[in-house]
């Protein structure tokens, strides 16, 4: 027991400094090497969570089934579902699921629509539907096979999002949609393409397109307007005609189409875009917006084929036009406007209008996007412009454009902290400390951040802790006593008080014991808080059980849109199956608290 104790210890101490990414990485790599793997696996198990968890990534990385088995029977909910789904994926035997808590059948259903075993989901979706009623069933119909889907369909839809079915199962999805469709008059129409256009939208273009050229209502087009991007890509014609018939005029002058969507439109030859661009000329920002997606040698003809049937000699173009416009029509256009009685009347207008009689020279990594992580002179500017003499909101931008590239970004946000350790309390460098750098938590949390930041006498209190579970229990502790200080220190405002109370509850262990504490806090506010917060914790049913009739009448506690913490624990009994009349529409259940993420490949943000 010593050497296994021994080689435990060893193993906890290597990956102790190590960030997230990399410590689960050296992980996978012992446990496929390690002789002792078995034995050292026994021993985390009977320790804490963090070394819990690590024994389930080791099993994980060998299949180990006796390592998984054990991981899903962990009193530690996070973990149990870990196993869970690593038992679906290796084909383990996990039991009845109906006798499982509504999370842990989540999960089920979430990892059988992943993992593409219809075999498994016909069989259980029966007994499901007969426990929990249409809406959990309803869940579970994507993983089925397509006879399934096609028999359960027209009962099952009115508890479905119909664009789940869109990837493996179009073929029942598209004929149940078109049956529906056809059979309908115009008007009820409206409401079926309420509920299928984005499910229509996702599946084979050429299919998409014949239902919205035989069915779409007359006075728009069904669905997100983002979506319409890959139709257009496969026959940008046929959607450039559904966006222009006289009939939807009015719909698509009140609307601007989507940039993904204008690319794929602007291959077209300008006879065909001329119907879309004279439906925008009284929309300057949409009209833009297509003349910015075609060539610019293009957009001269167009914009003046445009307003061919409109007398310009009065028009006076938006400001948004002359900016996309070509050179030489942005200065005849500006001439004509400097020449109206009206614009030399006015001495600001003037001023404006003949700023258009030259091209400006300006470039900003803003504008250019990704392509601004290619530029070395641009990235340069932007270390520059972090340094700490700099003004804090021009820090600020600038820490988040030299942090945007994904390739550089775990390496640079030390530099950035580096510069200024208060650089932690800006979103960027926050969640990529969380994700992907934990080995600088150590420093972020050894001190209360202070200075440019950070407005003085504040505690800075972050709005959101992800990834917890990645941290090093020693870490997790650290940043829950600075918590703890903010709590106790009454001379900060409530609500600071009270988000120090949120940001506890994502934090496994201490977090949910900082959150049971205040639970009682004679601070409305904070019991609020305390209440709302205790079911995003690691185990939201457990050890706690609300007392009725608390608190006194006219101090209410109910925290709006947390729910009952009791409904993540399994039910006592079965649940029965809803008549027609009790089956409504609800919103999707949230993910639970405190899932931990498949260790391979997730460590960048």
């Known amino acids: 027991m010593n050497a296994v104790l021994t080689a435990t210890r060893s193993l906890l101490t290597t990956l102790d400094p190590l960030p997230y990414p990399v410590r689960m990485s050296r992980l996978v790599e012992w446990a496929r090497t390690a002789p002792d793997r078995v034995q050292v696996c026994r021993d985390l198990r009977e320790q804490g969570p963090y070394a819990r968890?690590?024994?389930?990534?080791?099993?994980?990385?060998?299949?180990?089934?006796?390592?998984?088995?054990?991981?899903?029977?962990?009193?530690?909910?996070?973990?149990?579902?870990?196993?869970?789904?690593?038992?679906?994926?290796?084909?383990?035997?996990?039991?009845d699921v109906t006798d499982r808590s509504a999370m842990q059948r989540r999960r089920v259903y979430r990892s059988l629509r992943r993992r593409c075993a219809p075999a498994v989901a016909d069989a259980l979706i029966s007994e499901v539907r007969a426990q929990f009623g249409d809406e959990e069933a309803a869940t579970l119909l994507p993983a089925c096979g397509d006879d399934t889907v096609r028999a359960l369909l027209p009962d099952l839809e009115h508890a479905l999002r119909l664009e789940r079915l869109a990837r493996r199962h179009e073929g029942p999805l598209l004929e149940r949609i078109r049956e529906r469709l056809a059979a309908a008059p115009p008007e009820p129409r409206a409401r079926i393409w309420g509920d299928a256009a984005v499910a229509v939208l996702r599946c084979d273009p050429t299919q998409a397109l014949d239902l919205l050229e035989r069915y779409a209502p007359e006075e728009s087009l069904p669905g997100p307007l983002d979506a319409y991007g890959r139709l257009a890509a496969h026959d940008p014609v046929r959607v450039a005609r559904l966006l222009t018939t006289p009939g939807r005029a009015a719909w698509l002058r009140r609307n601007v189409l989507p940039p993904a969507l204008l690319r794929r439109l602007a291959v077209l030859p300008t006879d065909e875009l001329v119907p879309l661009a004279s439906r925008y000329r009284e929309h300057s920002r949409a009209l833009a917006a297509l003349l910015d997606a075609v060539a610019p040698a293009r957009r001269a003809d167009l914009y003046d084929r445009a307003l061919s049937e409109v007398d310009t000699a009065m028009?006076?173009?938006?400001?948004?036009?002359?900016?996309?416009?070509?050179?030489?029509?942005?200065?005849?256009?500006?001439?004509?406007?400097?020449?109206?009685?009206?614009?030399?009347?006015?001495?600001?207008?003037?001023?404006?209008?003949?700023?258009?009689?030259?091209?400006?020279?300006?470039?900003?990594?803003?504008?250019l996007g990704k392509r601004a992580w290619r530029l070395p002179q641009l990235q340069d500017l932007l270390r520059r412009a972090i340094g700490p003499h700099t003004l804090a909101s021009v820090a600020r931008t600038?820490?988040?454009?030299?942090?945007?590239?994904?390739?550089?970004?775990?390496?640079?946000?030390?530099?950035?902290?580096?510069?200024?350790?208060?650089?932690?309390?800006?979103?960027?460098?926050?969640?990529?400390?969380?994700?992907?750098?934990?080995?600088?938590?150590?420093?972020?949390?050894?001190?209360?951040p202070r200075g440019r930041f950070v407005e003085p006498g504040i505690r800075w209190v972050p709005a959101w802790v992800p990834h917890a579970e990645r941290w090093l229990p020693r870490q997790q502790t650290r940043f829950v006593e600075h918590l703890e200080l903010i709590l106790a220190d009454t001379e900060q405002g409530v609500w600071q008080r009270a988000a120090a109370i949120r940001a506890a509850a994502h934090v496994p262990g201490a977090g949910r014991e900082l959150v049971l504490r205040h639970l009682d806090a004679p601070a409305v506010a904070i019991a609020e808080a305390a209440l709302g917060a205790l079911v995003w914790t690691d185990r939201p049913g457990e050890d706690h059980e609300p007392e009725r009739g608390r608190p006194a009448p006219g101090t209410p506690r109910t925290a709006a849109g947390h729910g009952d913490p009791a409904r993540h624990v399994s039910p006592p009994g079965r649940a029965p199956r809803p008549t027609r009349g009790d089956r409504r529409r609800r919103p999707a259940a949230s993910t639970g608290p405190g899932e931990l993420d498949h260790p391979a490949g997730r460590g960048r943000r």
């Open 53 to 95: 968890h690590l024994a389930l990534v080791a099993a994980m990385a060998t299949r180990d089934a006796e390592g998984i088995a054990a991981a899903a029977r962990d009193p530690q909910p996070s973990i149990r579902g870990a196993a869970l789904t690593a038992a679906l994926r290796a084909d383990i035997p996990i039991g």
């Open 315 to 367: 028009l006076i173009p938006a400001a948004e036009i002359m900016e996309v416009l070509p050179a030489e029509v942005r200065i005849r256009e500006a001439r004509r406007v400097l020449g109206l009685a009206r614009i030399q009347e006015r001495e600001a207008e003037v001023r404006l209008w003949s700023a258009y009689l030259a091209w400006p020279d300006a470039s900003a990594a803003h504008a």
């Open 398 to 448: 600038a820490i988040g454009l030299w942090l945007d590239d994904p390739r550089t970004r775990s390496d640079r946000v030390a530099e950035v902290l580096a510069t200024d350790p208060t650089a932690v309390t800006l979103h960027e460098v926050w969640v990529i400390i969380c994700a992907s750098r934990t080995d600088l938590l150590d420093q972020v949390l050894k001190r209360r």
